[in-house]
């Protein structure tokens, strides 16, 4: 908020097509005013950026269109040192509405006001009204602070664009378009780091289809002339930092700090300012917060160049080569020579590189040597005692690795095989005639199975045959030879029977880390197999037979991570619990009120309505309210936890799960409250 005028009144709002709205205030300065920009849905209303004016005069201005106006979204397109103070003053005005912010900003202010809060992590985002009409966002970082966003309605094709199309405030009030094109070079000249994160952010607003753009201060930018300022403002080209230096002339004069100033914000868009700041305490080079001014005892040159030393020693090459194309176009730009760091750091890779080298050729035989001496040790780490076959170890290796393919291997399956009542087996002969049927499936196993699929020996009675293409009917046909094979043997003292049960790898989501793919595929198997044992013989079970037995409850799981929330899913359907998944607050709700659940897991931040207003919603309605509710965060912080306590949340659990840990808080509180089934 960067004007002299704080509203107080705003003048009628005027209607920009299919409940867009823009007022500009009473109050002028140079001829401008504060602008108040909104969407009217009815009788909801979203507030499009925080103006600076009253909450009474905003809520006044709306009251002008629809006298029962109620505010319910409160779109935060950028960071201001008052915007906790102003929210919690809205929220004394509006208790229902909630706060729409990038992640950063949602981070920087949850524990400080009573409102609920939706985090916008990228451009994908969307939030909806009631009604379903949908507001996108696009990131604009530093245009002109470093965490904002501006919001676009699909239905009105209205951009709420923040100050990507503003100009310096006390200029003059162009007369036309032409004269307005230079006052908005020079307003990102002054506050942008660099054309750099101009460009992007033009790219995103030239796909859209727009019918017009209002800016801050309440301009309003029609179609036509939209295409030209994109235009226009994407072929600007500048690299200095007048924070520092001052406006831009016609020559490339500079300072070596304010260059360095341009270096900081790549490292801050990079690796965040918090870690730029703690490099550089206690160095001599002093950093303005937030602006990253740099103040220096030491002279203009020394401050450029020690500024990579510092990074070089407590950073690392890393950091150098994150920021290497920015000092190139600097160097190319202004004549400013290239930090000496650059060269030696060359020349320490090239010694480092031929004394690695040498050590390699060493290091080559002393494998060897240790590779033959360890291969009888390997064998007996990752194979079956009892038929040579690979074990259980070396399938969840295995089984990892196709995960890591998941393009390539989506037809791969895991096919169970067991020999039904092999305990009546041990009972009835001995224990070595029920390992001797074993080991003789496995070698039928062995036997029928394709050239490019594998067998293991898992603990217990049980084979896999790893299926790596052909999918479910490639199991199938594998199947019908095995069970025709063991019904025509003579290797077996009776006629027996197999189960089975099938795994795709398809069924687990894909952009899950590998290691936890595996995990559920052997936790579906696991499940699968048992119950084809108990209702054999000769069953089989997949992802098409319904499991009726539910021995646990009802779960409501609920999270906007798709991948997060199919995995647990899968995991506590494993364990047999009837679960329910939902994406966002409002549905879990719908959800909870129309039938009963055992335990609720939400993640803090879903969309629409967050982990602790479903809480205090599900429990205020008494009857359908579940026994456990269980918060899930990434930020498992004091503040966090206070909070749930207020709310009377049962546990908080930080991000990532571990699922044991979930699947046992929820095993023993349905124990307790007798609801086993």
């Not at 379903?132 to 309605?153: E, K, L, N, Q, Y």
């Not at 020690?306 to 202004?334: H, M, N």
Request: include cysteine.
């Amino acid at each position: 908020m960067y004007s002299d005028i704080h509203a107080k009144r705003f003048l009628p709002p005027v209607p920009l097509g299919d409940g867009a709205y823009v007022a500009i205030s009473e109050q002028r300065h140079a001829g401008r005013g504060v602008g108040l920009a909104f969407v009217m849905d009815g009788a909801d209303v979203a507030l499009m950026g925080i103006p600076d004016a009253t909450p009474e005069a905003v809520l006044a201005a709306f009251a002008c269109v629809v006298p029962a106006a109620r505010l319910i979204r409160i779109v935060v397109l950028e960071w201001d040192d008052r915007l906790i103070e102003t929210l919690n003053r809205y929220a004394a005005l509006a208790k229902e509405a909630v706060v729409v912010a990038d992640r950063r900003v949602a981070r920087s202010i949850e524990n400080d006001i009573p409102l609920s809060i939706f985090a916008i992590h990228g451009g994908n985002d969307t939030v909806a009204m009631p009604s379903g009409r949908v507001i996108g966002f696009i990131p604009s970082p530093f245009v002109f602070t470093p965490s904002a966003i501006m919001a676009f309605d699909y239905r009105s094709h209205t951009l709420f664009s923040n100050r990507l199309f503003e100009m310096m405030w006390d200029s003059p009030i162009p007369a036309t378009l032409a004269e307005t094109i230079p006052g908005m070079i020079e307003f990102h000249r002054q506050y942008a780091p660099s054309s750099e994160y101009l460009r992007p952010v033009l790219a995103a607003v030239a796909k859209l289809d727009l019918a017009c753009a209002v800016t801050r201060t309440g301009t309003v930018y029609p179609h036509d002339a939209l295409r030209r300022l994109i235009g226009d403002l994407s072929a600007t080209e500048f690299f200095n930092s007048p924070r520092s230096v001052g406006r831009p002339t016609g020559t490339r004069d500079f300072s070596h700090a304010a260059l360095a100033t341009q270096v900081l914000f790549k490292f801050a868009q990079a690796f965040g300012e918090p870690a730029v700041l703690e490099t550089f305490g206690e160095s001599g080079i002093v950093i303005v917060p937030k602006t990253l001014e740099i103040t220096a005892a030491i002279d203009d040159y020394r401050v450029w160049q020690r500024l990579f030393d510092i990074v070089y020693v407590k950073q690392g090459p890393a950091w150098l080569a994150v920021v290497e194309p920015l000092v190139d176009k600097l160097v190319g730009l202004y004549g400013v020579a290239k930090p000496a760091v650059y060269q030696s750091v060359i020349a320490q890779v090239e010694q480092d590189a031929t004394r690695i080298d040498a050590q390699k050729k060493e290091l080559e035989a002393r494998v060897q040597e240790l590779e033959d001496r360890l291969s009888g040790t390997l064998d007996k780490l990752t194979r079956d005692p009892m038929t040579g076959m690979y074990n259980e170890l070396f399938l969840r290796e295995f089984v990892a690795g196709l995960s890591d393919k998941r393009n390539a291997t989506d037809e791969a399956v895991l096919l169970y095989i067991a020999i039904d009542d092999i305990a009546r087996i041990n009972v009835r002969f001995s224990k070595a005639t029920g390992d001797e049927a074993i080991k003789n499936l496995g070698y039928l196993l062995d036997r029928i199975r394709r050239p490019q699929d594998l067998v293991f020996k898992r603990n217990g009675p049980a084979y896999v045959v790893c299926l790596t293409d052909g999918g479910r009917q490639a199991a199938l046909d594998t199947l019908a030879k095995v069970k025709e094979g063991v019904r025509a043997a003579d290797a077996f003292i009776e006629t027996l029977s197999v189960s089975a049960a099938i795994v795709r790898i398809a069924e687990i989501p894909k952009d899950a880390v590998s290691a936890k793919p595996a995990d559920a595929m052997f936790a579906i198997s696991d499940a699968r197999i048992r119950f084809a044992l108990e209702s054999g013989p000769s069953a089989l079970v997949d992802e098409t037979t319904k499991i009726a037995t539910i021995r646990a409850g009802r779960v409501l799981l609920v999270d906007d991570d798709p991948s997060a929330l199919a995995l647990l899913a899968a995991l506590l359907r494993a364990d047999n619990y009837d679960v329910v998944t939902a994406a966002d607050g409002l549905t879990a709700l719908s959800h909870g009120t129309t039938k009963p659940f055992d335990v609720v897991v939400c993640e803090r931040n879903v969309p629409k309505l967050d982990g602790f207003g479903l809480r205090h919603e599900l429990y205020a309605g008494g009857g359908t309210a579940p026994r456990l509710f269980i918060l899930m965060t990434y930020a498992k912080t004091r503040e966090t936890v206070v909070r749930a306590n207020q709310a009377e949340i049962d546990y908080v659990l930080e991000k990532p799960i571990i699922y044991e840990e979930l699947g046992g808080l929820i095993r023993r509180a349905v124990r307790k409250a007798g609801l086993s089934r």
